[in-house]
């Protein structure tokens, strides 16, 4: 019977800003790798990847669009050079002449890679929570219609705090989320998670319980979230507003969530329903709202800039609650700069961060137990990485400051009443190693820190060791 056959070869071309040789030589593989990934997930068969210099650095991606039971070899695109062709699972990489040229971890082609195919993604900035910040299936930047996901973290942390604000404990346990995915299109996603914390030595389980949400993504640009919400650490927040720990010890946050992602701006509105009541309940409605802007001010080469700006609202009261409680509103905001400086790979320096904060305290609700109505404060972190090691240093002002989802270190309000302190002097410094293995796969680390009261000569410190394995796998 008659037929017509047809095959389309795409040939995709990546360019850094102005020909500018910023690309790693020592990155280039997993650069590779992560092409072909996302083309493999489409049905596409990705026939070569690879980088070619001439006088400028160009990148060479070759897609074959035909049937994957295709089985030719598109020809080499960079005619003239000297190559080497390396076989990997799923794709073929070719790889030519590599000259020495600067190192730094956000590649503009890959960047651009992600617009097309997904909601924009922020600068691969690391911080010292990074740890904590394994992928999920919300990056999934090739579309799969089903995912799955197994986080496993132990921990072991002991805190030696002597003050006046909080008493010292230890942390010790393992924390497991398998997390399953459907997507009938790119705009949506269907998810449920499973939420287990055991401390060690304790008969009961701290959590256990299910999660569901739904993703829905209108746009590029705008991610809906109802169900369990992409929290915690992720937010973004700095200490004195929210505490890292509550990644130990709180619950999940459930409610909505709303993330806004531009080329110079990007931001995130939720609201954590933290406690319901039904009618006649004795108990008080508990709910959180909070909100992170960051305008992208400079992107140089290897300097960025942001404008920050963060607040965090908490609630509790209600009408149909049988509780004798007062209803109490409380807010933490926070305004200011962070700057990053990215190595260029020449040698241990990976990058040196600067986060400068001015800090307020605002009572909306006037209640009995609350020493002070409004107070404020300074902070100011630096956070250099040294290859697989940071370091961090900073220094925190408070007057009359209270917060209450943040790092108690950094109240004024004592465990005691009679030891309220309007002023808080401290200085804070840590180290820490922190290793990826296996294509982000686990993920080691150990560190301690430290905290200085400046006024009394208290010294309070910290030290940690952490695992985690986080399993991802896609199916069409």
């Not at 990705?46 to 295709?70: F, L, P, Y």
């Not at 992602?261 to 990007?266: F, N, S, V």
């Not at 006024?455 to 896609?474: D, I, Q």
Request: net charge positive; glycine share 8%.
């Amino acid at each position: 019977m008659p037929q017509s056959l047809c095959k389309n070869y795409i040939h995709l071309v990546f360019s850094t800003k102005r020909r500018q040789d910023l690309i790693p030589t020592d990155s280039l593989e997993g650069f590779f790798h992560y092409i072909g990934g996302i083309v493999n997930g489409y049905p596409w068969r990705c026939r070569t990847v690879g980088a070619n210099w001439n006088e400028n650095m160009r990148k060479n991606n070759a897609i074959d669009a035909s049937s994957k039971n295709n089985n030719s070899i598109a020809a080499n695109s960079a005619k003239g050079a000297t190559s080497q062709r390396v076989v990997r699972e799923g794709y073929h990489t070719w790889r030519t002449r590599r000259p020495n040229i600067p190192h730094i971890q956000s590649i503009p082609f890959i960047i651009l890679l992600t617009l097309l195919l997904t909601l924009p993604a922020a600068a691969q900035i690391r911080d010292d929570y990074d740890y904590l910040k394994l992928p999920t299936l919300l990056e999934d930047t090739a579309h799969h219609k089903f995912a799955a996901r197994f986080y496993c973290h132990t921990f072991f942390k002991n805190n030696e705090y002597f003050g006046d604000f909080v008493k010292g404990y230890t942390l010790t346990g393992y924390h497991l989320q398998p997390e399953f995915s459907y997507s009938p299109n790119r705009k949506l996603k269907v998810q449920a998670l499973w939420d287990v914390l055991r401390y060690h030595g304790y008969d009961k389980f701290s959590k256990n319980k299910p999660y569901f949400r739904i993703v829905f993504q209108p746009t590029e640009s705008i991610r809906i979230i109802c169900g369990y919400l992409d929290g915690n650490v992720r937010h973004g927040l700095i200490e004195p507003i929210y505490d890292p720990e509550r990644y130990l010890t709180a619950e999940m946050e459930n409610g909505l969530q709303i993330n806004l992602l531009r080329p110079h701006y990007g931001g995130e509105l939720w609201l954590n329903w933290e406690k319901m009541i039904l009618w006649g309940d004795p108990w008080q409605e508990r709910l959180v709202v909070g909100h992170l802007s960051k305008f992208h001010v400079a992107d140089k080469y290897r300097f960025k800039a942001d404008v920050l700006g963060e607040f965090l609202v908490a609630h509790r009261g209600g009408q149909i609650d049988s509780c004798d409680g007062q209803v109490q509103s409380l807010s933490n905001a926070a305004v200011g700069m962070d700057f990053h400086w990215i190595g260029n790979g020449g040698g241990c320096f990976r990058q040196l961060s600067v986060r400068a904060m001015a800090v307020g305290y605002h009572a909306i609700d006037e209640t009995p137990d609350l020493p002070w109505l409004d107070g404020a404060g300074t902070f100011v972190k630096a956070h250099l990485r040294l290859a697989d090691f940071g370091l961090t240093l900073g220094h925190w002002f408070g007057y009359r400051f209270v917060n209450f989802r943040g790092d108690l270190l950094y109240t004024g309000w004592a465990i005691d009443p009679a030891n309220n302190r309007q002023h808080r002097y401290m200085a804070f410094f840590g180290g820490y190693y922190s290793k990826r293995y296996f294509d982000d796969t686990f993920v080691l680390r150990t560190g301690v820190d430290a905290w200085y009261d400046l006024a009394t000569g208290n010294l309070e410190y910290a030290y940690m060791l952490s695992m985690a394995v986080n399993f991802r796998k896609f199916w069409r």
